[in-house]
């Protein structure tokens, strides 16, 4: 069994900067990627980014340019390095793991979830 766990959300002001982190432990060999999912209240959970195993990445189109995704594999952890951000970002964040290869943040398509992380980006 995979576990994952999110950190860094927080309250910040319209054009700030935020770093979000997920750690990963128990069976780490079982995941080819790591994605990052957001909520917002009265709407679906929308994928944000991910990264496989050999550090590829993928961006949402309303995120690219503002948000960056790492990882240490020393440390399994990834990071979602978020800037510029805007109220419509506001949300619980989580993190996500998959076993099927391929980078994608279709939410149906993970198989391991964080408990999240609440972003709050006040304008």
């Known amino acids: 069994q995979l576990q994952l766990v999110e950190s860094g959300g927080g309250l910040v002001q319209s054009g700030g900067s935020l770093r979000l982190s997920c750690g990963a432990s128990g069976f780490t060999r079982e995941y080819s990627a790591i994605g990052w999912f957001r909520q917002a209240p009265g709407k679906e959970r929308e994928g944000v980014s991910c990264i496989s195993s050999v550090g590829r990445t993928y961006y949402a189109d309303s995120v690219k340019g503002r948000f960056t995704i790492s990882r240490d594999n020393a440390k399994n952890t990834v990071y979602l390095q978020m800037n510029s951000l805007e109220p419509e970002d506001s949300g619980i964040y989580y993190c996500?793991?998959?076993?099927?290869?391929?980078?994608?943040?279709?939410?149906?398509?993970?198989?391991?979830w964080g408990q999240g992380t609440q972003v709050t980006v006040s304008s």
């Open positions: 996500a793991a998959r076993r099927g290869v391929g980078l994608t943040i279709t939410t149906s398509l993970y198989d391991y």
